[in-house]
């Protein structure tokens, strides 16, 4: 198949960070291909591309090595986002998560090397710092994994690693450091802390930190990570490739900070949300307790340099929530507009 060199396949591409990055390099004239089974995404994040004639869809599995296949012909670039998220969901049900994050992914892997995919970026995780009490996290310093979930994505950066040095396949890893912004689902079981607390707070309902809202995050708007995966996939830098990047702000904000965040930049629509009290329950099993990145090894290699700091995120963050949520934040799934 002939191709001009501007294809790219955005595996989860219907999910939060998926749909972020398809929406942007559609927007810079790429041509895209989500591969999505819509497990944990979403058909409204992606509804927009539809009538795009740069878009394609291919609805299936990673776990299926046939349906990688055809995902990735034609395509010179790989963005593989695809995985099953939460460190709870992967205590409560590790086969999966196992299925999905360590067999899709070495699915992936073969069918871009057998397709001669020019490169291949994925989502790694900070989670693989596990029991490291070192801070801030520097990519070549990792503890033991405190999770099947953080087991899965080390065991990706393990693979991807092989699959440079034995098959010459040229890929980079992001450690992604709690991403949050628009269209991340603030339902369901696992929703992430961000949009999770904004949808109670508007809702004026009170959210409940886990411990004692001492343990801080470096959470990081996702502006920030697709200027990664664009540094990441076109680099010339050859020093840059087959490597790991902390993918963050380089600051860290504990819960307790958070919710104070969030209530102040929420009353400015609601003044009532500035009263709600805050609970807190016990702390979960899996859990690292600070999470900071250096980000030093991006900034020289990659040239990245964060354009939004937390609060900055946060303000952003929360208009577009605000914008989405019918003014009430209702319990039903938001539309992405």
């Known amino acids: 198949m002939e191709t001009d060199g501007r294809e ?3 595996t989860g591409g219907a999910g939060f960070i998926g749909s ?7 927007g810079k004239d790429y041509k895209v291909r989500v591969l999505d089974n819509f497990s944990t995404g979403h058909r409204h994040n992606i509804e927009p591309f539809l009538k795009n004639t740069g878009f394609q869809l291919i609805e299936g599995d990673i776990r299926d090595l046939k349906t990688c296949q055809e995902a990735v012909t034609g395509v010179q670039y790989v963005l593989h986002q695809a995985a099953l998220g939460s460190v709870p969901r992967s205590i409560k049900d590790p086969i999966t998560t196992n299925d999905v994050n360590v067999s899709g992914f070495l699915n992936m892997l073969v069918a871009a090397r057998d397709a001669g995919v020019k490169r291949f970026v994925y989502a790694a995780s900070s989670s693989t710092y596990g029991d490291s009490k070192e801070l801030p996290k520097v990519e070549e310093k990792i503890g033991k994994p405190l999770s099947p979930y953080a087991v ?5 950066e393990l693979y991807a690693d092989i699959f440079s040095k034995t098959y010459g396949l040229h890929s980079i890893g992001l450690r992604y450091f709690n991403v949050f912004g628009r269209r991340q689902d603030p339902n369901g079981a696992y929703a992430a802390v961000i949009p999770l607390f904004v949808k109670q707070l508007i809702n004026h309902q009170s959210p409940t930190i886990n411990g004692t809202g001492d343990y801080s995050r470096d959470f990081t708007y996702i502006d920030n990570v697709i200027q990664m995966n664009e540094k990441a996939l076109f680099t010339q830098n050859t020093e840059a ?5 902390n993918t963050a702000v380089g600051d860290r ?4 900070e958070l919710v104070a965040h969030l209530k102040e930049l929420l009353s400015v629509y609601d003044p009532k949300i500035a009263d709600i009290k805050i ?7 899996g859990d690292i307790p600070h999470s900071l990145a250096s980000i030093d090894k991006a900034k020289k290699l990659l040239g990245y340099l964060p354009s939004h700091t937390i609060r900055q995120g946060l303000q952003s963050a ?3 929530y605000w914008k989405n949520s019918n003014q009430h934040y209702q319990n039903t799934t938001y539309l992405s507009k």
């Open 20 to 26: 972020n990055l398809a929406e942007y390099f559609l």
């Open 152 to 156: 899965t994505k080390y065991v990706n």
């Open 279 to 285: 609970q807190h329950g016990p702390a979960r099993n």
């Open 8 to 10: 790219i396949l955005i």
């Open 253 to 256: 904000t504990t819960l307790n």
């Open 241 to 245: 490739l087959n490597t790991i990047y």
């Open 318 to 320: 929360i208009q577009w």
